[in-house]
């Protein structure tokens, strides 16, 4: 079975430019999260879907940062312009369901913003 | 608010030998989850044990295995039997039960297996 897919895997882009991110969950996988790592720190949640609906964006700079899931499989993450603070990793991750169990992490995405 | 400390940023351990990974977590919840996930260096979080709070036997995965003391708010990460594989940045993470499914991380303890 295949895990969740990310990509691009690197991203080094200059301050102010748009930047994008894709994630395609796990076959099945109605839930899909996405995280910001910050270097040093854990995961902290920017925003939770169920199939196309994202139920929980409290905390998605939405100045900046926009998401979405059209079809309730794939799920793009935008952020425009992007500012040098944005530098960090972003990891999506997916669940069968909005549950107290296990999610599974894609490999992440390294955004350098120069 | 839920916070989730680990107080120890590195941590080395000989092949074969036993470490333990700390971790406590401040909360006025009396139900909740709590779990390890090991970070490779290639990134991808993978889940290692997970807790139940309103369960008193600790969790148990084959070589891992965790110490849960539910008044003192303390949840320790034991690794048994360590193998170079399990070098890794661990994360403690706590979840409410309140239906917002969303994880509190803690900073991570970067474990290193010596040879």
């Known amino acids: 079975e295949a895990g969740v897919v990310q990509s691009p895997r690197y991203k080094i882009i200059e301050k102010k430019q748009p930047v994008a991110f894709w994630c395609n969950p796990i076959?099945?996988?109605?839930?899909l999260y996405w995280y910001l790592q910050n270097l040093g720190q854990g995961p902290e949640l920017l925003i939770r879907y169920e199939n196309e609906e994202a139920v929980d964006d409290s905390q998605l700079p939405k100045d900046r940062f926009s998401a979405e899931r059209l079809k309730g499989v794939d799920s793009t993450l935008k952020i425009q312009p992007a500012e040098l603070g944005d530098s960090a990793v972003y990891l999506c991750?997916?669940?069968?369901?909005?549950?107290?169990?296990?999610?599974?992490f894609g490999p992440g995405t390294r955004l350098t913003v120069l | 608010a839920q916070t989730v400390t680990q107080s120890q940023p590195e941590m080395s351990v000989q092949e074969a030998e036993t470490v333990t990974l700390s971790c406590t977590y401040d909360?006025?919840?009396?139900?909740?989850?709590l779990f390890w996930y090991k970070q490779p260096p290639s990134r991808q979080m993978i889940l290692v044990i997970r807790q139940e709070a309103y369960k008193q036997q600790n969790a148990t995965e084959n070589r891992f295995s965790v110490n849960f003391q539910k008044a003192a708010k303390s949840f320790s990460l034991k690794i048994s039997d360590s193998q170079l594989g399990d070098t890794a940045m661990y994360f403690c993470?706590?979840?409410?039960?309140?239906?917002?499914?969303?994880?509190?991380f803690g900073t991570g303890t970067r474990l290193k297996v010596l040879a």
């Open positions: 993470a706590f979840m409410r039960d309140s239906g917002t499914y969303k994880y509190i």
């Open positions: 909360t006025s919840e009396s139900n909740y989850y």
């Open positions: 076959s099945g996988h109605n839930t």
């Open positions: 991750a997916s669940s069968l369901a909005s549950s107290y169990n296990e999610q599974f």
